[in-house]
């Protein structure tokens, strides 16, 4: 499997519940990032986690990180029809300055 | 995507033909990428650059050249292009190296 894995591939729910997205890496890193995306649009940078952190919340968003699992996840809390998006996480690697490597993503549909 | 525009939009060319795709951004970020996004998989990075003339190759940089003779610009270029290029192509920049990086609105690129 590779770096930075989502999970689930795909979340369907209502609005106003909280939605909750897993990412997976194997490596040490850096800094863990997750972006949004929306269809037919570029990625949109939401929050960046150090790996000497283990909370960071923005808004809506809360996003934890445990180095011991290697994971991180994504919490949106009442989520909105405008939330309906793919959400990608980015690891940024210990050992390159350059190089992020990107999960395929969780797809995420708001129902009204 | 303010800040950052891609060019052009849409494009549909002929196997074998070159092909220029361009970025321009008016936040002078020291950082630039090219990434290709395929279906079932993510962001995939081709080329990027720290600095003015300052490049060097990503993960699937074969068939792909950058340059970058302004803090502006960064140009890629597909020198003959295949097939297994057609793809979503996005630029973008960033102030430090892989954190919070800001995308360009894409390039749908077909290669018949």
């Known amino acids: 499997s590779q770096q930075g894995e989502e999970d689930p591939q795909a979340l369907s729910i209502q609005e106003g519940e909280n939605a909750t997205m897993n990412c997976s890496y194997k490596?040490?890193?850096?800094?863990l990032q997750w972006y949004r995306q929306n269809s037919g649009r570029g990625l949109v940078h939401l929050i960046l986690?150090?790996?000497n952190e283990r909370e960071k919340h923005s808004g809506r968003l809360r996003v934890t990180l445990d180095t011991s699992k290697k994971s991180s996840s994504l919490l949106i809390t009442a989520s909105r029809a405008a939330d309906t998006a793919s959400y990608f996480c980015?690891?940024?690697?210990?050992?390159?300055?350059?190089?992020?490597?990107w999960g395929a993503g969780t797809k995420l549909i708001i129902k009204p | 995507d303010a800040g950052i525009t891609q060019s052009p939009r849409h494009k549909v060319t002929e196997t074998g033909t070159p092909v220029t795709l361009r970025c321009h951004q008016t936040?002078?970020?020291?950082?630039m990428y090219w990434y290709r996004q395929d279906p079932g998989h993510g962001l995939r990075l081709i080329h990027y650059?720290?600095?003015?003339?300052?490049?060097d190759k990503g993960e699937v940089s074969d068939g792909y050249s950058v340059s970058r003779s302004k803090t502006e610009d960064f140009l890629l270029t597909l020198e003959s292009a295949t097939s297994s290029q057609t793809s979503v192509y996005f630029c973008?920049?960033?102030?430090?190296?892989?954190?919070?990086?800001?995308f360009g609105s894409g390039t749908q690129l077909s290669v018949l």
């Open positions: 986690i150090r790996s």
């Open positions: 650059s720290y600095g003015v003339k300052d490049t």
């Open positions: 936040e002078n970020h020291r950082y």
């Open positions: 980015a690891t940024g690697l210990m050992d390159s300055n350059y190089q992020l490597i």
């Open positions: 973008a920049i960033s102030e430090r190296a892989n954190e919070k990086l800001f």
């Open positions: 490596t040490s890193i850096n800094n």
